[in-house]
């Protein structure tokens, strides 16, 4: 006797019924050519602009007065710089993640984010090397640690983990602009072809550069953009393992580990898909895209979450597990420190924020709300951020010797730092939305193509 196997449940649509070629053009080509919801743009700029004020006061006064300013001192040396910087790094893998990772592996809910998460990697590579610079002391001489051909024969110390970062975070952001440009060309070509103004046509038509949409062109493109992405893939491990390895060649208890390369790389991912999710909610509501960013995008990326705060709940286990079992004296008084001692409070927040709320998603209806999703991703960065500043801080301020015990407190300027740093990206991405599509018209055509032939 036959039986007949059940097939499976067909799949959510990526796109809303309805949407074609040219409506894909319409809706998101509108945006930067139109300028939608124009008072709200104003204001979010306005006020993300402030911020960047703050941030030009702030380190125009760390140049008059030195790091002094900031509350870094013996035994914290690393402080609000280097904590803001792994949190700013961070948070630009899941740009690369989302663009090279997914195209590799043939995910096409991709297609609706990959654009806006480009932009928001190149963004927050901007703020976070911003600190290191500045951290340095004496910024104006950044251009010792390249390995240019000096007068008096100087090379830079390659066994300094501030030279990997920059020789890291140079090459990242590099690949990732140019990743980034490539995808924008058709696009550009596109918003060249139906721009309403003369200027507007030529500025667009310089940076398409003579895109005419022909096979050969199509045919070029794509095995760039592949190979962009085979180069991309590796950096997303490579760069935050570099920095976790600032962390690891350490011989303080808490940073000597070698889990923190693996660890590092696993709460990037995290942080950054926290990220955009904080971004893509807003923007999908403001500029009404839910055709395009559906609930069924919502739903994967809270997957992804979810995941990734998994492993960085291993990472966080590992550690303490490694401790004890080290039989480390110096090593137990540190979980014990952090578990109990004056940071204890950033501690179990961070705990909360980044293993607790996650739980929240295991729920479906609850990954397809947007309030509640918008939420969770506010507390992982919160907690992400905490995360970065316990490994940093309470790794410092108490250790092998007691004499040398001290507390580290930001200061306001440690404060307005990382808030310019806030208005920054948010003015960079501002400008992003006003000018260039946030969504790939070139993707999102196809796909509307393929649905209608289907």
Known sequence: MSTVEPSAPPREPLLAEGETPETVNRTLGQIPLEHPNARFWWLGFAAA??????????????????????GVNIPVAWGFAITNFVWWIGIGHAGTFISAILLLLHQHWRTSINRFTEAMTLFAVA???????????????????LPYPDTMGLWPQFRSPLVWDVFAVSTYATVSLVFWYV???????????????????RIYGLLSLGWRGDMRHWRHYEKLYVLLAGLATPLVV????????????????GWHSTIFPPYFVAG???????????????????YGLKSYITDRHLELMGKVLMATGWMVAYGYFSEFFMSWYSNDT????LSVNRLAGPYAPAFWTLVFCNILVPQLLWVKSWRR?????????????????????????????????????????????????????????????????????AISLAEMRRMAAKKEGA
């Open 183 to 201: 995808g924008l060309i058709p696009d550009l070509a596109t918003l060249r072809d139906r721009a309403p103004t003369l200027a507007k046509r």
């Open 330 to 333: 110096f090593e137990r008084y």
């Open 369 to 437: 709300n947007p309030a509640l999703l918008w939420s969770v991703s506010i507390l992982v960065n919160i907690g992400m951020w905490l995360e970065r500043y316990v490994i940093v801080v309470t790794s410092l301020h108490r250790d092998f010797l007691p004499s040398s015990w001290g507390m580290f407190h930001g200061t306001f300027w440690d404060w307005s730092t990382l808030l310019g740093t806030f208005g920054l990206f948010g003015s960079l991405l501002f400008l992003f939305i006003r000018y260039l599509p």
């Open 268 to 286: 990037a991912i995290f942080s950054g898909f926290a990220m955009v999710l904080t971004l893509t909610i807003p923007l999908r509501a403001v």
């Open 49 to 70: 602009f402030l911020f960047v004020l703050s941030l030009v006061a702030s380190i125009g006064w760390l140049f008059l007065r030195g790091v002094g300013i900031w």
């Open 238 to 253: 490579s760069v935050h393992s570099i920095v976790g390895l600032d962390f690891a060649v350490a011989q303080l208890p």
């Open 127 to 145: 703020c976070a090397g911003l600190f290191p610079l500045l951290h340095l002391g004496r910024p104006q001489y950044f251009y010792w640690l």
